[in-house]
């Protein structure tokens, strides 16, 4: 069975700087997604970025970036210029993706506080 | 964009009374799906569907029933609510095969007193 863990529950940083929040997982499979959700305190839950395994480029959304290291099977996200609005709680998450029954399956998360 | 809503942002219940959480999805998604979210446990899945009138048991189905009668609502249903209930549930959308990942509603906090 798949599993995604987040070893860091809780960070803080000053704003402006840089954050990098780990993700392992665990599969046998070749190809699969990776996802990086965002739930900011009492708002919606929203997706910050993906990965598709096959691809070796790193996926980037503006200030978020990730490092993709399949052989490791890693996924860290890297938040530059951190801002105030960063301040939530950060989601790994993996998908096997080839069947219909696949699910998304989530790590435990890594609360993010950005300090002004 | 998608929208995903749920139709209470906050709900308090008395154990034992029949508790109906729902959801609505705008952008004709096959896939719908409820979690629970509670501190340091993560999302855990209750149950899913895939389409209209289907439903499958996720990791933490007990006590919980869902109804899916038309393609667009999800209800989640829990039959007798007790305290160990009370969290934060999460309505998702996906299309059939969810490589771009779920959307999201706002969530449910639920207490049961």
């Known amino acids: 069975a798949q599993t995604v863990t987040q070893s860091q529950p809780e960070m803080s940083v000053q704003e402006a700087e840089t954050v990098t929040l780990s993700c392992t997982y665990d599969?046998?499979?070749?190809?699969?997604?990776l996802f990086w959700y965002k739930q900011p305190p009492s708002r919606q839950m929203i997706l910050v970025i993906r990965?598709?395994?096959?691809?070796?480029q790193n996926a980037t959304e503006n200030r978020f970036s990730v490092n993709f290291q399949k052989a490791a099977k890693s996924f860290s996200l890297k938040i530059s210029d951190s801002q105030l609005g960063d301040t939530a709680m950060y989601f790994c998450?993996?998908?096997?993706?080839?069947?219909?029954?696949?699910?998304?399956?989530f790590g435990k998360g890594t609360r993010l506080h950005i300090l002004p | 964009d998608v929208k995903v809503t749920q139709s209470s942002r906050y709900l308090v219940k008395r154990t034992g009374e029949k508790v109906f959480l729902e959801c609505v999805q705008d952008m004709d998604h096959e896939n719908m799906f409820w979690y629970r979210q509670d501190p340091g446990l993560g999302l855990r899945l209750i149950y899913f569907s895939y389409d209209v009138k289907m439903k499958e048991k996720g990791d933490i189905p007990e006590g919980y029933s869902v109804s899916r009668e038309k393609k667009e609502r999800f209800s989640l249903i829990l039959e007798s609510a007790s305290t160990n209930q009370t969290s934060m549930y999460l309505c998702?959308?996906?299309?059939?095969?969810?490589?771009?990942?779920?959307?999201f509603g706002s969530g449910t906090r639920l207490t049961v007193v």
């Open positions: 998450a993996f998908m096997k993706g080839m069947n219909r029954d696949d699910k998304i399956i």
């Open positions: 599969t046998s499979e070749s190809n699969y997604y």
């Open positions: 990965q598709e395994a096959y691809k070796q």
């Open positions: 998702a959308s996906s299309l059939t095969w969810p490589n771009y990942g779920y959307t």
